[in-house]
């Protein structure tokens, strides 16, 4: 595809991230998505994964029991750190992980989610292996992305190692991965502008459920 194969540095982005607000109101429409898909109960502990300054986060922490943000960017958590103290939340917990590098989830949660951090991911299977891994019996996953965008989605494509994502592809990915009831809602739309006009982007919500077949049960 000849992707640019650098990583993009999130960190000197970090401080302005929020001041986008087609940004934040994107990361409101994913969490609109993500409640109408899954019951969301005081009890659940959730995993944010690519968490960034907690758009997502922050939308979902007051109907869950806990979150736990995680990302690759130290800047970005740095921005989220800062808001858990400015607004005295002790529910929600972050963590620097990078599993381009070996990084390795641990824990077990009721939910994971992640907004719009799959296509910064070289590969996405022993990636959707770990969701799985450290979902509870009957967890849910939820995947907010772009549907496929030829690479005009990003002004500068360094670090975008997915041009969107063919939905069907990623359904068989994440079956692969073990997931049941795989569904894919649109979550968002979002207007670029770039030379020639201005285009829509769909944004897709995938949804699925760690189903343990009877065989599994203890």
Request: proline share 2%; net charge negative; charged share 25%.
């Amino acid at each position: 595809m000849g992707m640019n194969d650098q990583r993009r540095d999130f960190d000197k982005d970090a401080a302005n991230w929020d001041d986008n607000a087609g940004r934040v109101k994107m990361a409101n429409n994913i969490a609109n998505a993500i409640m109408d898909a899954v019951r969301l109960r005081p009890d659940m502990g959730v995993l944010d994964f690519g968490c960034g300054t907690g758009l997502l986060t922050l939308r979902l922490q007051p109907l869950v029991k806990s979150i736990h943000g995680v990302d690759s960017s130290s800047g970005m958590l740095e921005v989220l750190e800062s808001k858990i103290q400015a607004q005295h939340l002790t529910n929600i917990t972050t963590q620097y992980l990078d599993v381009e590098t070996g990084g390795k989830l641990t824990g077990t949660y009721d939910l994971v989610v992640s907004s719009m951090t799959l296509h910064h991911v070289r590969e996405i299977k022993p990636l959707l292996a770990q969701f799985y891994s450290v979902l509870k019996a009957d967890g849910r996953l939820c995947i907010a992305d772009l549907d496929l965008d030829e690479g005009h989605f990003h002004g500068n494509n360094q670090g975008v190692f997915h041009f969107g994502f063919d939905r069907k592809l990623l359904e068989r990915d994440m079956e692969a991965a073990g997931f049941s009831d795989v569904r894919f809602r649109i979550a968002a739309e979002v207007v670029r502008f770039y030379p020639g006009g201005a285009r829509p982007f769909s944004i897709f919500l995938a949804t699925a459920r760690k189903i343990l077949s009877a065989g599994h049960c203890h």
